[in-house]
Protein backbone atom coordinates (compact mmCIF):
# COMPACT_ATOMS: atom_id res chain seq x y z
CA UNK A 1 0.00 0.00 0.00
CA UNK A 2 1.42 3.35 -1.19
CA UNK A 3 5.25 1.94 -1.46
CA UNK A 4 6.24 3.37 -4.25
CA UNK A 5 4.83 7.05 -3.19
CA UNK A 6 6.12 6.40 -0.32
CA UNK A 7 9.66 5.83 -0.90
CA UNK A 8 9.96 8.59 -3.08
CA UNK A 9 8.89 11.05 -0.92
CA UNK A 10 10.84 9.59 1.97
CA UNK A 11 14.11 9.80 -0.02
CA UNK A 12 13.17 13.59 -0.70
CA UNK A 13 12.32 14.13 2.47
CA UNK A 14 15.43 12.68 4.07
CA UNK A 15 17.53 14.51 1.65
CA UNK A 16 15.93 17.58 2.40
CA UNK A 17 16.20 17.34 6.30
CA UNK A 18 20.04 17.24 4.87
CA UNK A 19 20.72 20.22 4.70
CA UNK A 20 21.72 22.83 7.60
CA UNK A 21 20.50 25.73 5.81
CA UNK A 22 17.30 26.09 2.90
CA UNK A 23 16.72 28.30 0.56
CA UNK A 24 13.99 28.78 -2.17
CA UNK A 25 15.49 26.76 -4.71
CA UNK A 26 16.12 23.45 -1.96
CA UNK A 27 12.11 23.76 -1.57
CA UNK A 28 11.29 24.46 -5.18
CA UNK A 29 13.82 21.62 -6.26
CA UNK A 30 12.47 19.22 -3.61
CA UNK A 31 9.02 20.17 -4.17
CA UNK A 32 9.36 19.43 -7.90
CA UNK A 33 10.09 15.67 -7.22
CA UNK A 34 7.61 15.60 -5.05
CA UNK A 35 4.56 16.69 -7.82
CA UNK A 36 6.68 13.85 -10.21
CA UNK A 37 5.97 11.28 -7.45
CA UNK A 38 2.50 12.10 -6.76
CA UNK A 39 1.74 12.18 -10.47
CA UNK A 40 3.96 8.77 -11.22
CA UNK A 41 1.35 7.44 -8.09
CA UNK A 42 -1.60 8.04 -10.24
CA UNK A 43 -2.72 11.24 -8.65
CA UNK A 44 -4.93 13.68 -10.69
CA UNK A 45 -3.23 16.53 -11.89
CA UNK A 46 -5.08 19.48 -11.28
CA UNK A 47 -5.08 17.64 -7.68
CA UNK A 48 -0.68 17.59 -7.42
CA UNK A 49 -0.52 21.04 -9.14
CA UNK A 50 -3.05 22.41 -6.32
CA UNK A 51 -1.20 20.16 -3.56
CA UNK A 52 1.99 21.55 -4.09
CA UNK A 53 1.24 24.79 -4.25
CA UNK A 54 -0.33 25.08 -1.49
CA UNK A 55 2.64 23.50 0.69
CA UNK A 56 5.12 25.78 -1.53
CA UNK A 57 3.37 28.87 0.14
CA UNK A 58 3.69 27.78 3.97
CA UNK A 59 7.01 26.69 3.30
CA UNK A 60 8.32 29.26 1.96
CA UNK A 61 7.40 31.41 5.15
CA UNK A 62 10.14 33.08 6.94
CA UNK A 63 9.47 31.60 10.14
CA UNK A 64 10.00 27.82 8.59
CA UNK A 65 13.33 28.94 6.40
CA UNK A 66 15.52 30.44 9.14
CA UNK A 67 13.93 27.63 11.94
CA UNK A 68 16.54 25.85 13.57
CA UNK A 69 15.15 22.79 11.73
CA UNK A 70 13.49 23.85 7.97
CA UNK A 71 13.77 20.55 7.00
CA UNK A 72 11.44 18.60 10.02
CA UNK A 73 9.28 21.82 9.47
CA UNK A 74 8.71 21.64 5.91
CA UNK A 75 8.20 18.07 5.96
CA UNK A 76 5.36 18.42 8.89
CA UNK A 77 4.14 21.19 6.67
CA UNK A 78 3.67 18.36 3.95
CA UNK A 79 2.21 15.91 6.79
CA UNK A 80 -0.76 18.03 7.61
CA UNK A 81 -1.30 19.06 4.14
CA UNK A 82 -1.72 15.02 3.16
CA UNK A 83 -3.65 14.71 6.08
CA UNK A 84 -6.22 17.65 4.65
CA UNK A 85 -6.01 16.42 1.17
CA UNK A 86 -6.98 12.85 2.85
CA UNK A 87 -10.17 14.43 4.49
CA UNK A 88 -8.66 15.81 7.51
CA UNK A 89 -10.92 14.07 10.77
CA UNK A 90 -12.04 10.95 10.48
CA UNK A 91 -15.91 10.90 8.98
CA UNK A 92 -18.27 8.75 11.34
CA UNK A 93 -21.57 7.04 9.22
CA UNK A 94 -24.41 8.77 10.11
CA UNK A 95 -26.28 5.92 12.30
CA UNK A 96 -29.94 6.89 13.06
CA UNK A 97 -32.50 4.27 15.35
CA UNK A 98 -33.16 2.66 11.49
CA UNK A 99 -30.70 3.33 9.41
CA UNK A 100 -30.75 2.71 5.62
CA UNK A 101 -27.01 2.53 3.91
CA UNK A 102 -27.08 2.40 0.28
CA UNK A 103 -23.85 0.24 -1.07
CA UNK A 104 -23.13 1.43 -4.77
CA UNK A 105 -20.19 0.70 -7.20
CA UNK A 106 -19.18 -0.62 -10.94
CA UNK A 107 -19.01 -4.81 -11.38
CA UNK A 108 -15.65 -5.94 -9.71
CA UNK A 109 -15.41 -3.07 -7.26
CA UNK A 110 -15.88 -5.48 -4.68
CA UNK A 111 -19.68 -4.45 -3.58
CA UNK A 112 -21.15 -7.51 -2.23
CA UNK A 113 -18.11 -8.08 -0.16
CA UNK A 114 -17.65 -4.78 1.27
CA UNK A 115 -21.84 -4.92 2.37
CA UNK A 116 -20.50 -8.33 4.70
CA UNK A 117 -17.26 -6.38 5.50
CA UNK A 118 -19.45 -3.44 6.89
CA UNK A 119 -21.55 -5.49 8.75
CA UNK A 120 -19.05 -7.06 11.03
CA UNK A 121 -17.78 -3.88 11.32
CA UNK A 122 -20.87 -2.76 12.62
CA UNK A 123 -22.09 -5.55 14.43
CA UNK A 124 -18.23 -5.43 16.12
CA UNK A 125 -19.12 -1.81 17.28
CA UNK A 126 -22.25 -3.27 19.14
CA UNK A 127 -24.57 -2.80 16.34
CA UNK A 128 -27.23 -4.99 14.75
CA UNK A 129 -26.90 -4.98 10.65
CA UNK A 130 -28.81 -6.84 8.14
CA UNK A 131 -28.21 -7.19 4.65
CA UNK A 132 -30.20 -6.61 1.84
CA UNK A 133 -29.18 -8.48 -1.73
CA UNK A 134 -30.86 -6.07 -4.09
CA UNK A 135 -28.37 -6.78 -7.02
CA UNK A 136 -30.96 -8.83 -9.26
CA UNK A 137 -29.19 -8.84 -12.58
CA UNK A 138 -26.16 -11.28 -10.91
CA UNK A 139 -27.98 -14.06 -8.97
CA UNK A 140 -24.81 -15.46 -8.03
CA UNK A 141 -23.88 -12.22 -6.21
CA UNK A 142 -27.62 -12.74 -4.16
CA UNK A 143 -25.80 -16.38 -3.34
CA UNK A 144 -22.57 -14.52 -2.45
CA UNK A 145 -24.24 -12.12 0.03
CA UNK A 146 -26.04 -15.00 1.62
CA UNK A 147 -22.98 -16.85 2.46
CA UNK A 148 -21.14 -14.13 3.68
CA UNK A 149 -23.69 -13.44 6.18
CA UNK A 150 -24.01 -16.86 7.15
CA UNK A 151 -20.07 -16.94 7.83
CA UNK A 152 -20.47 -13.74 10.04
CA UNK A 153 -24.07 -14.76 11.52
CA UNK A 154 -26.04 -11.53 10.11
CA UNK A 155 -29.36 -12.23 9.05
CA UNK A 156 -29.78 -11.54 5.01
CA UNK A 157 -33.09 -10.99 3.40
CA UNK A 158 -33.19 -12.92 -0.18
CA UNK A 159 -35.55 -12.08 -2.69
CA UNK A 160 -37.15 -14.91 -4.41
CA UNK A 161 -35.75 -16.32 -7.86
CA UNK A 162 -36.68 -14.47 -10.58
CA UNK A 163 -37.62 -11.88 -8.94
CA UNK A 164 -36.93 -8.21 -11.00
CA UNK A 165 -38.22 -5.31 -9.00
CA UNK A 166 -35.68 -4.06 -6.91
CA UNK A 167 -38.14 -1.30 -5.12
CA UNK A 168 -39.93 -4.12 -4.19
CA UNK A 169 -36.96 -6.48 -2.78
CA UNK A 170 -36.59 -3.14 -0.51
CA UNK A 171 -40.19 -2.67 0.70
CA UNK A 172 -40.31 -6.65 1.78
CA UNK A 173 -36.70 -6.41 3.23
CA UNK A 174 -37.91 -3.59 5.59
CA UNK A 175 -41.13 -4.71 6.65
CA UNK A 176 -39.04 -7.68 7.27
CA UNK A 177 -36.23 -6.18 9.03
CA UNK A 178 -38.03 -2.68 10.43
CA UNK A 179 -41.51 -3.69 11.45
CA UNK A 180 -43.12 -4.03 14.75
CA UNK A 181 -40.77 -7.80 15.17
CA UNK A 182 -38.60 -9.54 12.37
CA UNK A 183 -41.40 -12.19 12.03
CA UNK A 184 -44.05 -9.88 10.85
CA UNK A 185 -42.79 -9.74 7.33
CA UNK A 186 -45.58 -10.05 4.37
CA UNK A 187 -42.59 -10.07 1.85
CA UNK A 188 -41.80 -13.11 -1.09
CA UNK A 189 -38.50 -12.68 -0.04
CA UNK A 190 -37.00 -15.33 2.78
CA UNK A 191 -34.84 -14.47 5.65
CA UNK A 192 -31.12 -16.11 6.26
CA UNK A 193 -29.43 -16.46 9.60
CA UNK A 194 -32.15 -14.14 11.52
CA UNK A 195 -31.47 -14.36 15.18
CA UNK A 196 -34.66 -12.88 16.47
CA UNK A 197 -33.68 -9.27 17.50
CA UNK A 198 -35.09 -6.45 15.11
CA UNK A 199 -31.85 -5.26 13.08
CA UNK A 200 -31.24 -1.62 13.62
CA UNK A 201 -29.24 -0.75 10.06
CA UNK A 202 -30.55 -2.44 6.90
CA UNK A 203 -27.61 -2.52 4.15
CA UNK A 204 -28.51 -2.58 0.39
CA UNK A 205 -26.33 -4.58 -1.61
CA UNK A 206 -26.76 -3.77 -5.56
CA UNK A 207 -26.29 -3.98 -9.06
CA UNK A 208 -23.60 -2.90 -10.87
CA UNK A 209 -22.44 -2.61 -14.26
CA UNK A 210 -18.95 -2.60 -16.26
CA UNK A 211 -19.12 1.04 -16.54
CA UNK A 212 -21.99 4.00 -15.96
CA UNK A 213 -24.56 3.22 -18.01
CA UNK A 214 -28.13 5.60 -17.68
CA UNK A 215 -30.21 1.99 -17.08
CA UNK A 216 -28.06 1.79 -13.62
CA UNK A 217 -28.26 4.99 -12.29
CA UNK A 218 -31.92 5.58 -13.27
CA UNK A 219 -32.64 2.19 -10.94
CA UNK A 220 -30.25 3.58 -8.34
CA UNK A 221 -31.45 6.97 -8.35
CA UNK A 222 -35.16 5.71 -8.21
CA UNK A 223 -34.20 3.02 -5.54
CA UNK A 224 -32.50 5.84 -3.56
CA UNK A 225 -35.68 7.99 -3.76
CA UNK A 226 -37.95 4.84 -2.18
CA UNK A 227 -35.51 4.20 0.64
CA UNK A 228 -34.30 7.71 1.55
CA UNK A 229 -30.94 6.66 2.93
CA UNK A 230 -28.73 8.07 5.30
CA UNK A 231 -25.87 6.76 3.70
CA UNK A 232 -24.63 5.97 -0.02
CA UNK A 233 -21.49 4.52 0.29
CA UNK A 234 -20.01 4.12 -2.91
CA UNK A 235 -17.06 0.99 -3.38
CA UNK A 236 -14.30 1.87 -5.68
CA UNK A 237 -11.09 -0.12 -6.68
CA UNK A 238 -7.85 1.76 -5.58
CA UNK A 239 -5.99 -0.27 -8.07
CA UNK A 240 -7.72 1.79 -11.40
CA UNK A 241 -6.18 4.70 -10.18
CA UNK A 242 -7.28 7.75 -12.29
CA UNK A 243 -10.19 5.85 -13.41
CA UNK A 244 -11.37 5.33 -9.43
CA UNK A 245 -11.77 9.31 -9.47
CA UNK A 246 -13.80 9.51 -12.96
CA UNK A 247 -16.15 7.20 -11.81
CA UNK A 248 -16.71 8.48 -8.01
CA UNK A 249 -17.62 11.66 -9.89
CA UNK A 250 -20.15 10.09 -12.09
CA UNK A 251 -21.58 8.25 -8.97
CA UNK A 252 -21.41 11.37 -6.96
CA UNK A 253 -22.85 13.47 -9.87
CA UNK A 254 -26.22 11.24 -10.18
CA UNK A 255 -26.65 10.17 -6.58
CA UNK A 256 -25.02 12.51 -4.07
CA UNK A 257 -23.10 10.09 -2.47
CA UNK A 258 -22.09 10.53 1.45
CA UNK A 259 -19.01 8.49 1.39
CA UNK A 260 -16.27 6.16 -0.48
CA UNK A 261 -15.48 2.76 0.38
CA UNK A 262 -11.54 1.94 -0.97
CA UNK A 263 -11.01 -1.64 -1.54
CA UNK A 264 -7.75 -3.17 -2.52
CA UNK A 265 -5.42 -0.89 -0.66
CA UNK A 266 -3.61 -3.01 -0.34
CA UNK A 267 -2.95 -4.46 -3.46
CA UNK A 268 -2.09 -0.76 -5.13
CA UNK A 269 1.54 0.16 -4.26
CA UNK A 270 0.81 3.78 -6.13
CA UNK A 271 -2.45 4.65 -4.02
CA UNK A 272 -3.16 7.81 -6.38
CA UNK A 273 -6.89 6.70 -6.08
CA UNK A 274 -6.64 7.48 -2.54
CA UNK A 275 -5.30 11.00 -2.68
CA UNK A 276 -7.52 12.17 -5.29
CA UNK A 277 -10.91 11.04 -4.78
CA UNK A 278 -11.61 13.83 -1.66
CA UNK A 279 -9.86 16.73 -3.25
CA UNK A 280 -12.24 15.75 -6.64
CA UNK A 281 -15.39 14.53 -5.07
CA UNK A 282 -15.50 16.69 -1.83
CA UNK A 283 -17.07 13.33 -0.30
CA UNK A 284 -15.02 11.45 2.69
CA UNK A 285 -13.32 8.18 2.15
CA UNK A 286 -15.12 6.55 5.52
CA UNK A 287 -13.56 3.11 5.02
CA UNK A 288 -10.80 0.88 3.07
CA UNK A 289 -10.42 -2.72 2.50
CA UNK A 290 -7.05 -4.19 3.58
CA UNK A 291 -7.20 -7.51 2.44
CA UNK A 292 -9.61 -10.93 0.98
CA UNK A 293 -10.69 -11.61 4.98
CA UNK A 294 -14.16 -9.97 6.33
CA UNK A 295 -12.20 -8.55 9.20
CA UNK A 296 -9.76 -6.77 7.08
CA UNK A 297 -11.80 -3.71 6.68
CA UNK A 298 -10.60 -0.53 8.67
CA UNK A 299 -12.35 3.13 9.43
CA UNK A 300 -10.51 5.68 7.28
CA UNK A 301 -8.18 7.66 9.20
CA UNK A 302 -6.31 10.61 7.15
CA UNK A 303 -4.01 11.76 9.86
CA UNK A 304 -2.67 7.77 10.38
CA UNK A 305 -2.54 6.89 6.69
CA UNK A 306 -0.32 10.10 6.16
CA UNK A 307 2.15 8.96 9.25
CA UNK A 308 2.42 5.56 7.23
CA UNK A 309 2.99 7.34 3.67
CA UNK A 310 5.59 9.39 5.32
CA UNK A 311 7.36 6.39 7.39
CA UNK A 312 6.34 7.63 10.72
CA UNK A 313 4.58 4.55 10.79
CA UNK A 314 0.92 3.99 12.57
CA UNK A 315 1.66 2.87 16.02
CA UNK A 316 -2.33 3.46 17.29
CA UNK A 317 -3.60 1.40 14.49
CA UNK A 318 -1.19 -1.66 15.29
CA UNK A 319 -2.05 -1.43 18.99
CA UNK A 320 -5.34 -1.48 18.17
CA UNK A 321 -5.15 -5.02 15.68
CA UNK A 322 -3.34 -6.23 18.62
CA UNK A 323 -5.50 -5.61 20.97
CA UNK A 324 -8.42 -7.56 18.81
CA UNK A 325 -6.05 -10.32 17.49
CA UNK A 326 -4.98 -11.48 21.58
CA UNK A 327 -6.97 -12.57 24.16
CA UNK A 328 -5.42 -11.23 27.53
CA UNK A 329 -4.86 -14.66 29.27
CA UNK A 330 -2.61 -15.46 26.41
CA UNK A 331 -0.41 -12.50 26.70
CA UNK A 332 -0.38 -13.00 30.39
CA UNK A 333 0.49 -17.11 29.43
CA UNK A 334 3.22 -15.51 27.02
CA UNK A 335 4.70 -12.60 28.99
CA UNK A 336 5.67 -15.39 32.13
CA UNK A 337 7.01 -18.18 28.97
CA UNK A 338 9.12 -15.14 27.94
CA UNK A 339 10.19 -14.26 31.77
CA UNK A 340 10.88 -17.85 32.15
CA UNK A 341 12.91 -18.88 29.01
CA UNK A 342 10.43 -21.70 28.50
CA UNK A 343 9.34 -20.71 25.72
CA UNK A 344 8.64 -23.36 23.40
CA UNK A 345 7.38 -24.57 19.54
CA UNK A 346 3.80 -24.24 20.91
CA UNK A 347 4.35 -20.95 21.76
CA UNK A 348 5.82 -20.15 19.05
CA UNK A 349 3.05 -21.34 16.77
CA UNK A 350 0.34 -19.57 18.86
CA UNK A 351 2.30 -16.27 18.02
CA UNK A 352 2.35 -17.41 14.18
CA UNK A 353 -1.88 -17.78 14.50
CA UNK A 354 -2.11 -14.18 16.06
CA UNK A 355 0.08 -12.19 14.05
CA UNK A 356 -1.57 -13.95 11.12
CA UNK A 357 -5.06 -12.51 12.13
CA UNK A 358 -3.94 -9.06 12.57
CA UNK A 359 -3.34 -9.30 8.86
CA UNK A 360 -0.99 -9.41 5.95
CA UNK A 361 2.75 -9.02 7.91
CA UNK A 362 3.60 -6.30 5.36
CA UNK A 363 0.82 -4.15 6.21
CA UNK A 364 1.93 -4.89 10.22
CA UNK A 365 5.65 -3.39 9.20
CA UNK A 366 4.07 -0.44 7.58
CA UNK A 367 2.71 0.75 10.73
CA UNK A 368 6.53 0.78 12.79
CA UNK A 369 8.10 4.14 12.33
CA UNK A 370 10.50 3.47 10.12
CA UNK A 371 10.37 0.15 8.53
CA UNK A 372 7.75 1.17 5.88
CA UNK A 373 10.63 1.18 3.31
CA UNK A 374 13.54 -0.22 5.28
CA UNK A 375 15.12 -2.78 2.45
CA UNK A 376 15.07 -6.61 2.57
CA UNK A 377 11.66 -6.39 4.97
CA UNK A 378 9.17 -7.58 2.30
CA UNK A 379 7.35 -10.70 3.63
CA UNK A 380 7.54 -14.00 1.70
CA UNK A 381 4.22 -15.90 2.16
CA UNK A 382 5.37 -19.02 0.78
CA UNK A 383 8.40 -18.79 3.36
CA UNK A 384 5.96 -18.09 6.45
CA UNK A 385 3.83 -21.06 5.01
CA UNK A 386 6.75 -23.54 5.05
CA UNK A 387 7.90 -22.63 8.13
CA UNK A 388 4.26 -23.15 9.82
CA UNK A 389 4.39 -26.45 7.81
CA UNK A 390 7.48 -27.11 9.25
CA UNK A 391 6.24 -26.97 12.96
CA UNK A 392 3.06 -28.66 12.82
CA UNK A 393 4.87 -31.40 11.79
CA UNK A 394 6.52 -31.86 14.95
CA UNK A 395 4.92 -34.41 17.68
CA UNK A 396 3.60 -32.36 20.79
CA UNK A 397 6.17 -33.82 22.62
CA UNK A 398 8.86 -32.40 20.06
CA UNK A 399 7.45 -28.73 19.76
CA UNK A 400 7.51 -29.15 24.12
CA UNK A 401 11.15 -30.32 23.98
CA UNK A 402 12.97 -29.16 20.47
CA UNK A 403 16.00 -30.58 22.74
CA UNK A 404 15.22 -33.68 21.69
CA UNK A 405 15.08 -33.22 17.46
CA UNK A 406 17.64 -35.62 16.47
CA UNK A 407 18.50 -36.18 12.97
CA UNK A 408 16.18 -38.60 11.94
CA UNK A 409 13.55 -37.17 13.64
CA UNK A 410 14.60 -33.60 11.44
CA UNK A 411 14.47 -35.92 8.54
CA UNK A 412 11.07 -37.26 9.33
CA UNK A 413 9.75 -33.65 9.68
CA UNK A 414 11.36 -32.39 6.62
CA UNK A 415 9.16 -35.40 4.89
CA UNK A 416 6.24 -33.83 6.63
CA UNK A 417 6.49 -30.43 5.99
CA UNK A 418 7.53 -31.14 2.15
CA UNK A 419 10.65 -28.93 3.10
CA UNK A 420 14.83 -30.13 3.29
CA UNK A 421 16.07 -30.99 6.40
CA UNK A 422 18.39 -27.99 5.72
CA UNK A 423 15.07 -25.58 6.26
CA UNK A 424 14.49 -27.40 9.43
CA UNK A 425 17.85 -27.03 10.72
CA UNK A 426 17.97 -23.33 9.84
CA UNK A 427 14.64 -22.63 11.70
CA UNK A 428 15.76 -24.48 14.80
CA UNK A 429 19.51 -22.91 14.61
CA UNK A 430 16.85 -19.26 14.73
CA UNK A 431 14.56 -20.66 17.47
CA UNK A 432 17.26 -22.17 19.48
CA UNK A 433 19.21 -17.88 19.01
CA UNK A 434 16.18 -16.30 19.98
CA UNK A 435 15.44 -18.40 23.59
CA UNK A 436 19.10 -17.42 23.98
CA UNK A 437 18.68 -14.10 23.73
CA UNK A 438 15.33 -14.26 25.96
CA UNK A 439 17.61 -15.88 28.60
CA UNK A 440 19.69 -12.65 28.76
CA UNK A 441 17.33 -9.81 29.70
CA UNK A 442 20.65 -7.73 29.34
CA UNK A 443 20.94 -8.22 25.64
CA UNK A 444 17.33 -8.21 24.73
CA UNK A 445 17.77 -4.33 26.56
CA UNK A 446 20.61 -3.48 24.79
CA UNK A 447 18.80 -4.81 21.13
CA UNK A 448 16.11 -2.98 22.03
CA UNK A 449 17.67 0.48 22.95
CA UNK A 450 19.97 -0.10 19.65
CA UNK A 451 17.08 -0.05 17.54
CA UNK A 452 15.27 2.80 19.02
CA UNK A 453 18.63 4.95 18.10
CA UNK A 454 18.75 3.15 14.88
CA UNK A 455 15.09 4.94 14.24
CA UNK A 456 15.65 8.50 15.34
Same mark, same amino acid.
Given at each position: MFSQLSDKLQDIFKD?? #??? =????? @? =?DAALRQVRMALLEADVDFQVARNFIARIKEKALGESVLRSITPGQQIVKIFHDELTLLLGGNAEQLRLEDETRILIVGLNGAGKTTSAAKLALWLKKQGRMPSLVACDLQRPAAIDQLATLGKQIDVPVYVPDPGEKDVQRVAAAALQQFGGPSSGDASGDGMTRGLAGARPSISIFDTAGRQEIDAALMNELTALKEFLQPQEILLVADAATGQ *?? =??? /???? +? /? /? $????GIILTKLDGDARGGAALSMREVTHQPIKFTGTGEKLDQFELFIPERLAGRILGMGDVVSLVEKAAEAVELEDAARLERKLRTA %???? @? +?? $? /? *????MRRMGPLENILGMLPGMS @? =? *? #? $? %?? +??? *? $??RTEAIVLSMTKEERTRPDILNARRRQRIARGSGSTVTEVNELLRRFDQMRKLMKNAGKMKKMLKGLQQLHR
Open positions: LR #GHG =VISES @N =V *QA =VSI /ASGF +D /A /A $LSIT %SFDF @N +DF $L /A *QFKM @N =V *Q #G $L %SV +DEK *Q $LK
